[in-house]
Every structure is written in C-alpha cells, then in structure tokens.
C-alpha cells in the first residue's frame, strides 16, 4: 500500500500545451498551482505536500497511454487529497477528466476545491450556502459534478489562511475523511 502524505494539485492546462516558451506556465490556473508552492517556499508550517514532486517529470509532448496517464495515477495513488483550481478558465480537458475520475471514484480521495475568483469566505456564499455563480463553475468539469457525492468535498476562495487550514483539516485526507457532502468555511 502506498504512503499517501501528498496533496495532489488539479489544474486546467490547454491542450495541445502553449508552444511558447512558457508552455504551461501561460495557462493561469497552473500558475494558481505555482503560488500554492511559493507559499509553502516561504512558509514552513503551510503543509502543502506536493504530489507532483514524488515522481520524476513528464514532458508536455510525451505519450498519454505510457507515460502521463500511468504517472497521474501513480501521483493520485500517493496522494491523500486532491487539490482542485476551479475557476472561469478550466476547461474540460483530458488530463483533468483522469485525474478526477480516477482520485475520486477509484481512490476515494476527498477534494479541496480553490476558486480563484473568489477571494474571501463570505465572497463564495449567498444566505450561507454556496452561490449559484460557484456552482455553475463545476459544470465546467463535469465528472466533477458528477462524482462530487462519493467523497467529501471542502469549498474554499483563494486566500492563504484559508486554504493553509484546509490542507491541515484532516476531515479531507483520505485515511480519516468526513462523509461525502458539500463544505465549505462560514465561520
């Protein structure tokens, strides 16, 4: 059995990637991604521990069936969360299909949803629930949507103390999970 300490980042990212020489480094929502790691660069007690470092990399241009879907898996294996970017610019794309349809629905792991958009806890909701403009965005990844029921899903704006409490919260690691349901902060 594997050692699931990772957090695992799901971002989208366009395919085929930017032939330019920031390749996926122009897509925003991996750029999302990289701020998680500065943070944890800078701050020692921000406990992201990035499943994307605990295999060795794959080039954009690499082949799907033996060697990016294989190495997603194995990431998501070791991973006792999935950290997802929803935002406005994601789109449905293969990569981020797998690695939602196969860390929730094969692996259980519970998912930490980040909408950048938002910036505050009160920003994401409306009478204390989740305002529909957040819900339309899951539309945009539908085995999302979908599978969202079978694990427990934390729904947080993109604000450091927030998401630092969320990667600590041990009621979304896969080894001691809450039940499946929709939360979010409202305190």
């Known amino acids: 059995m594997a050692y699931r300490n990772g957090n695992y980042a799901a971002f989208y990212v366009a395919e085929p990637f930017d032939p330019s020489a920031l390749g996926a480094n122009a897509t925003k929502d991996f750029q999302y991604y990289n701020l998680l790691r500065a943070w944890k660069g800078a701050d020692s007690s921000f406990q992201f521990n990035d499943s994307h470092d605990k295999t060795y990399n794959v080039r954009d241009g690499s082949d799907w069936e033996s060697t990016l ?3 997603l898996r194995e990431r998501l294996r070791n991973s006792k969360n999935i950290v997802l970017f929803l935002s406005s610019i994601t789109a449905n794309s293969r990569a981020l299909r797998e690695e939602i349809d196969y860390g929730i629905n094969d692996q259980g792991l519970p998912v930490i949803v980040i909408y950048p ?3 505050s806890k ?3 909701l409306t009478n204390g629930a989740l305002k529909q403009s957040v819900k339309n965005l899951w ?3 539908p085995i999302f949507r979908d599978s969202m029921e079978a ?3 934390l729904h947080v704006p993109m604000k450091k ?3 630092k409490s969320a990667l600590q919260n041990d009621g979304f690691m896969v080894g001691s999970k809450k039940e499946p349901g929709i939360y979010r902060y409202n305190q």
């Open 117 to 119: 958009e938002y910036d």
């Open 122 to 124: 009160e920003s994401l």
């Open 161 to 163: 103390e927030l998401i």
């Open 151 to 153: 694990v427990p899903t």
């Open 139 to 141: 539309d945009k990844l």
């Open 69 to 71: 879907r294989p190495r």
